[in-house]
């Protein structure tokens, strides 16, 4: 791939996305650079998810430009983005609960090996390679034979992203993997985020939650109806105005007073 060292591994300049009449992403602009987290935060709507498929080559976008290192680019289906190098996470992790950590992590291009003219599942070198990609993540899983069902959310989240680092992703895009956790488990997962950044990936964090985009993000880009509310690089924002942003400013100063009153009652 070419591109100059400071040219931003994705860049999107006044993107727009209807659905039929549903406009639900217009004049978005942001960038994405290698070892940095790119945050975005809004409400339900927003448009959170209709950005990262654009990225992903799940959707194409219908206005504005998306630029890979610098090239635009318009991709037909997600195998398009991963031959670039951009690898999603989604919410609902394509993990197959029944089958062993290994084969998840390698789901369809598991090592073979070769005896005369037969091809072989080699599971030894597929459990090995598995615990190595963990390990190098700080991720100590005690058995990978296990079934994936077992693990726990935040564990299965490091498990993907640990894939997606040991396959070779470039940008690592994670739609809202903290959602489900628990405070403890989130910050498991937001270690590995910023894991993958020092490791040079450039991370698109798709979040709700100010507190946990705030410890690991370089910029935040706010969303609020599918258009751009703001966009910040951290040194311009902290988490309290990141965190009344969000809410609203004014709307959640109402609604604490609301919510005063009623418990004074
Ligand atoms: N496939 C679709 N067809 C029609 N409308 C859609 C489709 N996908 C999303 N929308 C609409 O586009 C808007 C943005 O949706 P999107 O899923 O991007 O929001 P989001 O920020 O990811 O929300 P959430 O936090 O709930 O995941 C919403 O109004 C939604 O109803
Ligand atoms: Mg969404």
């Not at 597929?126 to 935040?154: C, F, H, N, Y």
């Not at 992703?169 to 910023?194: F, M, S």
């Not at 964090?205 to 880009?221: C, E």
Request: aromatic share 4%; glycine share 10%.
């Amino acid at each position: 791939m070419t591109g100059q060292p400071d040219t931003p591994l994705i860049e999107v300049r006044g993107i727009g996305k209807s659905y039929g009449s549903v406009i639900a992403l217009r004049d978005v602009s942001t960038v994405v650079n290698a070892g940095e987290v790119t945050c975005v935060l809004g409400d339900n709507g927003a448009g959170k998810s209709t950005l990262i498929k654009i990225l992903a080559g799940v959707h194409r976008h219908d206005s504005g430009e998306f630029l890979v290192e610098g090239r635009p680019v318009s991709f037909a289906s997600p195998r398009d983005a991963l031959e670039l190098g951009i690898a999603t996470v989604y919410q609902d992790l394509a993990v197959v609960p029944l089958l062993s950590v290994w084969r998840n992590f390698f789901l369809g291009a598991e090592p073979r090996k070769s005896i005369g003219p037969l091809k072989f599942l080699d599971r030894r070198e597929g459990r090995e390679t598995t615990k190595r990609a963990l390990a190098d993540m700080g991720i100590d899983l005690r058995d990978v034979e296990q079934p994936v069902g077992t693990l726990s959310g935040g564990e299965r989240q490091c498990v993907a992203i640990a894939r997606a680092v040991h396959f070779g992703a470039k940008v690592l895009i994670l739609d809202e993997p903290t959602a489900a956790l628990g405070v403890k488990q989130a910050g498991v997962v937001l270690r590995y985020v910023a894991q993958a950044r020092d490791r040079g990936l450039g991370v698109v964090l798709i979040t709700h939650n100010p507190h946990h985009a705030y410890p690991v993000g370089d910029r935040f880009l706010l969303l609020n109806r599918g258009a751009p509310l703001g966009s910040y690089e951290k040194s311009e924002i902290d988490l309290a105005e990141l965190t009344s942003q969000m809410a609203g400013g004014a709307e959640i100063e109402a609604l604490e007073h609301e919510l005063r009153s009623v418990n004074a009652k």
